[in-house]
């Protein structure tokens, strides 16, 4: 693959929607779905909502919705929402108009203006979901229950629509049936490691998030339904882990690479490391001084330590300069802070460089090119350089227009805007919703792919069809 491959995820991720499988048409007989609520006196047939899968799916897999039983081109609104654990309502709604038949097949029906999407988008109600209230992200922290979507069928259009004519709830899990959850407390690690269901070894991969601290959980269990032994490892603001972010060793991470390297459970000789924002350069910091590491994949990442010092034996990388003072902020008070760090390609700074070229690894870059965190792109451009100019082989860089800083996995919904812990105010993460949810599809195709391109395993069956 090219140094720099730009991927507008669009037109492949969806093409795929036309291949998903359908609901059946109805039966002649009004059909009975647990937690629809009828329509009274609009047709023979009861109106009611279908998913599939019926009743729970992983977060990551596509979910068709139809609803049956409508009148012939009836017009309806579809409202979407869920609560998170802290009680915060999220929501999204969609305006439609059912087929000549009383159909309405998310699949093959799109939406009409004046919803929160438009267009032929079947999982819209879930990447469209926004919270009620300002600057909050949807985020999972008890992988171990799932999130509860209801959906509502409302008579008609405009902001205050009809009454109701079906509604239905349906369950987004995160651990697959079979995947093993296990908390791992030895020596400094604080960690959670998951394992696939079935006889190892697994390809065993490192998952770091970033500055928000704690065990997020998500994304290596996510991972791990697919086939990949993953540890989830926190590395500051958890138990009795430094409480702030102003020195890290990389002794407590060659700890944990140590860890995986001696389970019995985890496929050698090396492992991957997957990290997103600082947890990113965190990796490729690991990858750069420590034995083992075999792939690293980093999401919107910087290849100049970012933050806080780095130290490892006598080695010590100081943080990239930063200018508070080049934050933008606008009318709503929402700051920019793309400007604000200094380049590391210049004057003092260039000591933050991370010395990448001593990795003996493979390296993906995923860059959204409308990152307003810092520049993604010249950063992972950047290190291409660097490893380029000390004759290691090209990293792979995949970057996705229109994408924001949060490229999650797939169909967590777009955050515009949150509250940023280091800076102080809520600052914006860029990213259009649409484009946005396409490079997570695609980037989590990609990741996977480039685990198991690098550590010899193979895409598991159950692996989700996108």
């Known amino acids: 693959m090219s140094a720099l491959t730009v991927r507008r995820a669009g037109s492949r991720c969806w093409q795929s929607w036309l291949s998903w499988p359908s609901p059946a048409p109805p039966h002649r007989s009004p059909l009975r779905v647990p937690g629809a609520c009828p329509a009274r006196g609009l047709s023979s047939m009861a109106a009611a909502i279908r998913f599939s899968p019926a009743s729970r799916s992983l977060f990551d897999e596509p979910l068709g919705i139809a609803v049956q039983g409508l009148g012939p081109r009836q017009e309806v609104t579809l409202r979407a929402s869920l609560r998170d654990e802290a009680g915060e309502l999220f929501e999204a709604r969609a305006r439609y108009r059912a087929a000549d038949d009383g159909e309405l097949d998310l699949a093959r029906c799109p939406a009409l203006p004046g919803g929160s999407f438009s267009g032929l988008e079947p999982m819209g109600l879930l990447w469209a979901l926004q919270p009620r209230k300002a600057f909050w992200r949807l985020v999972k922290k008890d992988v171990q229950t799932p999130f509860r979507l209801q959906l509502e069928v409302l008579e008609g259009h405009g902001d205050d629509p009809g009454r109701l004519l079906a509604q239905a709830q349906h369950e987004r899990a995160f651990l697959r049936d079979g995947v093993r959850r296990v908390p791992v407390r030895e020596g400094r690690i604080r960690a959670t490691l998951f394992l696939p269901p079935g006889n190892g070894p697994f390809p065993g ?163 959204g090119q409308d990152d307003h965190n810092w520049k993604s792109e010249f950063f992972a451009v950047e290190g291409s350089k660097r490893l380029q100019a000390h004759g290691k082989e090209k990293p792979e860089i995949i970057c996705y227009p229109g994408a924001g800083h949060y490229i999650e996995p797939p169909f967590f919904p777009m955050c515009a805007a949150s509250m940023h812990l280091l800076i102080g105010m809520p600052v914006m993460w860029g990213g259009e919703p649409k484009a946005h949810c396409e490079a997570q599809i695609d980037a989590w195709q990609q990741i996977q792919a480039f685990f198991h391109r690098h550590l010899g395993g193979k895409p598991s069956r159950t692996a989700n069809k996108l």
């Open 205 to 367: 991969v490192i998952d770091l998030y970033g500055t928000g601290g704690g065990l997020p959980e998500y994304r290596a269990c996510l991972l791990a339904n697919n086939g990949f032994a993953v540890l989830a490892l926190a590395f500051y603001s958890y138990e009795d882990l430094p409480k702030e972010m102003k020195e890290f060793n990389l002794d407590y991470f060659e700890e944990a690479v140590n860890y995986m390297l001696q389970h019995n459970q985890v496929k050698g000789p090396g492992i991957g490391l997957l990290g997103f924002s600082k947890g990113g350069d965190i990796c490729i910091s690991m990858a750069s001084f420590l034995k083992g590491i075999t792939a690293t994949a980093v999401i919107n990442g910087s290849v100049a330590n970012v933050g806080a010092v780095l130290r490892y034996k006598d080695v010590t990388i100081p943080p990239l300069g930063a200018n508070l003072k080049r934050i933008k902020v606008d009318k709503s008070g929402i700051g920019d802070i793309i400007d604000v760090l200094n380049s590391p390609l210049e004057g003092p700074d260039r000591q933050s460089f991370i010395p990448l070229e001593k990795a003996e690894c493979r390296f993906l870059f995923i860059v």
